[in-house]
């Protein structure tokens, strides 16, 4: 009998493979580390990187999602070169999963207020590590008599579907658009801005060079589309999927990366305004789990938000003089 390993809200349980659930009066009762395993396999579209997530090898996942299919009686996932796809009993089992766990958390996390600080899972834009995440430490600890917070940092999109799986009990992530802001419980634009090392020098004969990610996170899109609008030649110099690796390239000189304007951090620094072509601004919001209690949890997400948008400005590059705005106000 094989024993596989879960991680389910920071405790570890074991399941037996074999083992029929628990069952009062006929009725078969689904195991949560089952159901979160499919949520997990829906939401990131791999049963590797569900196997990930829970530190499972693969077979278990797979073993998982078999003895979960067996005791609901039907398929629902296909899986394919391309990911994995839902069935339509696969797209209802979802759908009552994600309320049964969110259920199960909240009773668990309930129950726990009355000897431990409750647990609160933040999530933050691997960008914003180097410049945020002590301050969002020192807050965590303001509120400890409250909450325990435990910080998880990935790109934006990995961040919203945690959400949705119930990972993460909160995430600050960044959007294409306001639009996609209904759902936040707080919202803000941010700057963002072209950064370089202080000793780098552009040469204007030759195309910029860039600094991105090979999945062309946000910032690196708005960067290419500026410089396209403005019918400038670049050329990516340097990709990595590691944020650290990327701010170690630019900070050696081998060309700019887009960021937002919070996330700067030494050795790098701000471009003077008028170099190159203004960047747009980020939509970045808060977004919660759902049946969340978020009133409970307003004062976090206000200090969150404080965090984030409330920072300090940094310099402009070194040796750059900034310009005057024009009679539009924009910055020439």
């Not at 009998?1 to 399941?15: D, P």
């Not at 431990?116 to 945020?132: F, L, S």
């Amino acid at each position: 009998m094989r024993k596989s390993r879960q991680r389910s809200g920071g405790v570890a349980t074991v399941e037996h493979e074999g083992e029929p659930a628990p069952a009062v009066s006929g009725t078969t009762n689904i195991p949560t580390d089952l159901l979160r395993t499919f949520v997990a396999i829906c939401e990131l579209g791999s049963f590797t990187k569900a196997a990930h997530l829970f530190d499972l090898t693969q077979p278990a996942v797979s073993a998982h999602m078999r003895r979960l299919e067996s005791m609901i009686g039907a398929d629902l996932i296909h899986k394919s070169l391309y990911g994995v796809t839902l069935t339509e009993c696969g797209t209802e089992v979802l759908r009552h999963a994600r309320r049964m766990l969110a259920l199960n958390d909240q009773i668990v996390s309930g129950s726990a207020l009355e000897t431990q600080p409750q647990v609160v899972r933040v999530g933050i834009p691997n960008i914003y590590a180097p410049a945020m995440l002590a301050k969002i430490l020192s807050e965590g600890s303001a509120i400890s008599a409250d909450y325990r917070l435990q910080v998880r940092c990935d790109h934006s999109n990995s961040l919203l579907r945690s959400v949705r799986a119930g990972y993460l009990e909160l995430a600050v992530a960044q959007f294409i658009n306001e639009t996609d802001l209904n759902d936040a419980l707080a919202d803000w634009l941010e700057d963002l801005v072209w950064v370089r090392s202080p000793h780098f020098v552009l040469n204007p004969d030759e195309p910029i060079p860039l600094v991105g990610s090979p999945n062309l996170l946000l910032p690196d899109r708005a960067a290419m589309t500026v410089l396209e609008q403005a019918g400038r030649r670049y050329e990516i110099v340097f990709t990595a999927f590691d944020t650290l690796a990327r701010r170690a390239a630019a900070a050696a000189g081998l060309g700019y990366i887009a960021i937002p304007r919070s996330a700067v951090a030494e050795p790098l620094v701000i471009e003077a305004p008028g170099v190159l072509p203004d960047l747009p601004k980020l939509a970045m919001g808060v977004v919660a789990r759902d049946d969340l209690d978020t009133a409970a949890l307003a004062p976090l997400v206000a200090r969150l938000k404080a965090i984030f948008a409330g920072g300090q400005e940094p310099d402009v590059g070194a040796g750059q003089p900034a310009r005057s705005p024009d009679q539009s106000g924009r910055m020439q």
